[in-house]
């Protein structure tokens, strides 16, 4: 313990974490009832653009023995693409179980029914004309719809969930059940992208998390929008279920949905794991950003490394193998050692250093960028952050590229 | 101390009066002093806890304010006097006001307070106005220990549901009490995410004690 105590000058948070990190325990996941896998991860490549997505069961289940939560799906229909993240509430037996069917359920209706609305209507076409123009109007009209009556379904496939296992003794054993142990929230995005060359984000939230877009060609004040509308109450933590009956009306779902279309920008879907530790998320979705670019999960602009810029590069140990740490590189910490703002730090982005090579980093992994996203996400610190973790990223592939 | 760490506040209202004069007060540091030891061993606890102690007799008394675990030290407490618990009420009110951080735009508020009432006594002031501001604010849950014979839990009722009862006053049932409240806050900051409004989850009370219902 840091010698601080003795005087009572208030202690940093890397002091804190620091007389924490060998206190956490790594147990493996339960073998009953329904475990769910330690790590996901999906990398896919698609015409228009490439998704990443991972998710790691968070430092509070590790240490108590317990499963993830969070659950993430995705799919693509002719370049469209469909995307979930779902966190389920914490302290409910089985919001795991509610999480991974909120994400089906809405990931495979939506797609069943882009693909249908696609091939008979020619949207791709009306979806570019002017945003003025009725047939645009009834086009985006006919797409939230589909978006909107998946949302409900997907909280009535939770409800499934739970009346197919009543009356199973490996779900009931431990005491009555209920529709509640099953809460989870949902994020939920469909990126479309236009003949224009633009884009169309639709995306609708329940809960907690975020969903976010972020044009890299913009500065830092005009870069992010945020496209999710979190819930949340006077104190930290008072969030709104997917499952809360209020949820289930036309109304309440229409006003959690958020229409944009802009030029081809990146999207991140996340659960609150990820956006707490980034709050406010406007602006710091965009510290997000320069995070994964600094730890090489995603590219950067191509340019040489700035000497302005002092990479903040922490050792951050690994819950699972104490012995194993990586190096990962922080913005927030790297503007302020810089001595330059954020806003200057993300204007100089293509001459940021490049990411961290040494013996145990995170570039030691494959070339796989989910691979080195599951992985930064097991190990970044945060103080009060043992969450579980999911983060998506889509980025456009093409011309008017994010990443230009 | 951070200004964007989520701290989960939690008050400790300790009844001073001169009844808990001799074994009962030594018990009560005793706790205190386990209380510690036992988060201290707890990393999710240790990020995130935060504790004060207010202490009451004729006068209420804010001993520790707000600390951090790590740098928590455990107050000197004796005993001697009357039960002014209204005072220690609407000083608790006030802590909670002043130093309990809430959402704002740009920050996450902290936690929703955790408060645990030992109280061995009936109060000997104006408690009632203080208790109906709580319980109409509902700033923080709190869970009340009625302690020995003469602990007054009709009182303890009017400001919240949880109330518990140990028949007496004994050392072992105090340092019983004091690992509960431990076991309390591991279990609390590990449903941090209940609902609004929901009852926060408690393990079921140690052995001696009854719920008052």
């Known amino acids: ?404 | 101390m951070s200004d964007f760490t989520r701290r989960l506040p939690v008050y400790l209202l300790l009844d001073t009066s001169g009844s808990m004069s001799g074994d009962p007060i030594e018990a009560v540091k005793q706790g205190v002093k386990a209380l510690i030891s036992e988060l201290r061993g707890d990393p999710q606890a240790l990020e995130t806890a935060y504790l004060s102690v207010i202490t009451f007799n004729s006068q209420a008394r804010q001993v520790t304010p707000l600390t951090e675990l790590m740098l928590f030290k455990e107050p000197q407490i004796s005993a001697g006097g009357a039960t002014a618990f209204g005072a220690a009420l609407s000083l608790l009110a006030d802590c909670i006001r002043n130093e309990v951080r809430k959402s704002t735009e740009t920050q996450k508020g902290d936690w929703k307070p955790l408060v645990f009432i030992l109280t061995d006594g009936a109060p000997t002031d104006d408690w009632r106005s203080a208790a109906e501001e709580l319980k109409a604010t509902h700033p923080a849950n709190i869970i009340a220990c009625a302690a020995g014979a003469y602990a007054d839990t009709t009182v303890l009722k009017e400001l919240t549901e949880c109330v518990l009862m140990m028949n007496n006053l004994s050392a072992g049932d105090l340092a019983q009490f004091f690992t509960w409240v431990s076991s309390s806050i591991k279990m609390s900051s590990k449903s941090l995410d209940a609902k609004p409004g929901a009852n926060i989850e408690l393990p079921p009370p140690p052995q001696g004690f009854v719920i008052v219902p």
């Open chain 1, 1 to 404: 313990m840091s010698d601080n105590t003795e005087n009572n000058v208030p202690l940093t948070d890397g002091e804190v974490t620091a007389h924490t990190a060998s206190m956490w325990r790594y147990t493996p996941v339960p073998e009953a009832p329904e475990p769910f896998p330690e790590y996901k991860e999906l990398c896919e490549k698609y015409s228009d653009y490439s998704v990443t997505a991972a998710r790691v069961r968070g430092k509070k289940h590790k240490h108590d023995g317990s499963n993830c939560d969070d659950w993430f799906e995705a799919a693509e229909i002719g370049g469209w693409i469909v995307a979930a993240v779902s966190d389920g509430a914490g302290s409910k037996r089985f919001s795991r179980i509610g999480a991974k069917a909120a994400c089906t359920s809405f990931v495979n209706e939506v797609r069943d029914n882009f693909l249908a609305a696609g091939q008979t209507d020619g949207l791709s076409e009306k979806l570019s004309l002017s945003l003025d123009s009725p047939d645009f109007i009834s086009a985006c009209t006919k797409l939230t719809e589909i978006m909107q009556t998946a949302f409900i379904h997907a909280s009535e496939a939770v409800e499934r969930e739970f009346e197919n296992r009543k009356g199973n003794p490996e779900f009931t054993s431990d005491g009555e059940m209920k529709l509640s142990d099953f809460a989870c929230t949902l994020v939920t995005c469909s990126v479309i992208p236009l003949d224009n060359g633009e884009q169309l984000s639709i995306a609708i939230q329940a809960g907690d998390g975020m969903v976010c877009s972020v044009s890299t060609d913009e500065p830092y004040g005009s870069a992010l929008t945020l496209l999710g509308i979190p819930d949340s109450g006077d104190f930290s933590g008072e969030t709104e279920f997917l499952t809360s009956a209020k949820m289930h009306t036309p109304a309440a779902v229409q006003s959690r949905t958020k229409l944009r279309r802009s030029k081809r920008s990146a999207v991140m879907l996340m659960s609150d794991g990820v956006a707490d530790d980034y709050f406010p998320n406007s602006p710091k979705m965009l510290n997000l950003y320069l995070d994964l670019m600094m730890n090489g999960i995603i590219p950067k602009p191509s340019g040489k490394p700035s000497t302005e810029i002092i990479p903040d590069i922490q050792p951050n140990s690994w819950v699972n193998d104490k012995d194993v740490s990586y190096a990962i590189a922080y913005s927030e910490g790297t503007a302020e050692k810089s001595g330059i703002s954020m806003e200057k730090l993300w204007d100089m982005k293509a001459y940021l250093p490049d990411p961290p090579e040494s013996e145990g980093s995170l570039s030691g992994l494959s070339g796989n960028p989910a691979e080195k996203l599951c992985r930064w996400l097991d190990v970044y610190l945060k103080r009060g952050s043992f969450d579980d973790r999911t983060l998506m990223v889509i980025l456009p592939e093409k011309a008017g590229d994010a990443n230009g």
